[in-house]
DNA sequence: GGAATATACTCCAAATTGGAGTATATTCCA
DNA sequence: TGGAATATACTCCAATTTGGAGTATATTCC
């Protein structure tokens, strides 16, 4: 017996979204590449089509071909296995882990080998894209209020989790503010010993921040 | 000519750590696994190792083989055209995309097909986790400032960049508060209007949210 | 003297990316 | 009415990256 491929994450998330609806591999990417499910699990397009052949292959969904004029469509569907499977994931113990991945916090961090000008501009381009993100999810977040899907699927889910995403992101924008102003304040010029002092100024900065979290009463 | 394979952000990411100091694959995987880069770009310890070779080719480090008893280590240096390589990498525009990837916002997101409680057990093992986190966090940047070192290399980016860390751990833990609050009012029993309706607050939460960072007053 | 831990790697299958390529269908605007 | 742009609906594949297992020797601690 040759055993299948083992189910990913990502498989899960495909079988999710099937388990509200039938789609197509390229409804799924249309999911996968605009709505929230982007933000915490980006997935590559291709890797998007070639899942649903995994979960066919488990019998996790079934699939249909359609024919519309010339052009074909696979229309995929969740099975009693499936939903089985998703429920029990659903119920397993979570991985809580929380994965960044950021060039340009690199480039700050050994940003020695460069100047301090490159480490400020490094900076406002931080913030600039901090801005134009905020922009776009206004503009997301509206259209979902304003619109007039009769209790949209994954509610109140959805709502709670996007605002992990807006409060990181207010995160973000507010340390690329101070980014912006720590490193315009640091110049090639200065000595060593002023630089060290103010890293030990961030540096307490940052231990601050975390010591306020422990000192948060639980009343 | 046959094209050396090109080089990634990875690759710079260790020469700029040789960029301090000639070190081993060994040494450059224990900072890669426990220093602020682990937080920002984190790598597998095969891929740490494999990548010097890589450098190597194209002429940005040196290596040198040394005996310890029956023990051999390669110590790879930084050449000047690695230098030059580094600082021309610092100072091309920086991709300033910032990537997350967290499963247990997955299984929020399609929580619809398990139960209410399991989206709460969910929060909570992320409140968990936060808390592990901060503590972990704490006791690393205690260590850093008690530590003697004269200006230890990277000051103040160092400290500028644990900030970004520092802010988001901070949001993340708020977050889930929120989160386990929320979602233990959620409950398998309610409408799918009064569902609808929390979902809609916590809409109206993430937009106020974003709101704010706009009305910042800039002077 | 033995166990645990640190040093110093190699190997490889499997997962994932990202970009290019190939069609047909529909919508828009001139 | 014709042509361009965009949307639908995928496949293919090389290159990158992961993650875990495996193989040594050296040092520290009890």
Same sequence: chains 1, 2.
């Avoid at 052009?71 to 089985?84: D, F, K, L, N």
């Avoid at 090639?188 to 306020?212: F, H, I, M, P």
Wanted: aromatic residues 6%; glycine residues 6%; contains cysteine.
């Amino acid at each position: 017996m040759t055993s299948l491929p083992k189910l990913s994450p990502t498989s899960y998330a495909l079988l999710g979204l099937l388990a509200r609806a039938p789609a197509s591999a390229y409804d799924l990417n249309t999911v996968m590449q605009t709505s929230l499910i982007r933000v915490f699990w980006p997935r590559a397009e291709s890797h998007v089509y070639s899942e649903p052949k995994k979960l066919l292959a488990h019998g996790l969904v079934s699939e249909a071909k359609q024919q519309s004029g010339g052009r074909s469509r696979t229309v995929y569907s969740i099975t009693a296995a499936g939903q089985e499977a998703l429920s029990e994931w659903i119920k397993r113990e979570a991985n809580a882990e929380h994965r960044s991945q950021a060039e340009f916090v690199l480039k700050l961090i050994l940003a020695d080998a460069g100047s301090a000008k490159d480490a400020q501009t490094t900076s406002l381009k931080a913030l600039e894209t901090c801005r134009a993100e905020i922009s776009t999810a206004i503009d997301g977040i509206e259209a979902i209020l304003s619109g007039s899907e009769p209790a949209a699927s994954g509610m109140p889910w959805n709502g709670i989790a996007i605002n992990l995403m807006t409060d990181i992101l207010a995160a973000r924008y507010r340390w690329s503010e101070y980014a912006a102003t720590a490193t315009a304040q640091a110049s090639d010029a200065q000595s060593a010993d002023e630089k060290r002092q103010q890293g030990e100024v961030a540096y307490r900065r940052a231990l601050d921040t975390l010591r306020q979290l422990q000192e948060t009463p639980n009343d």
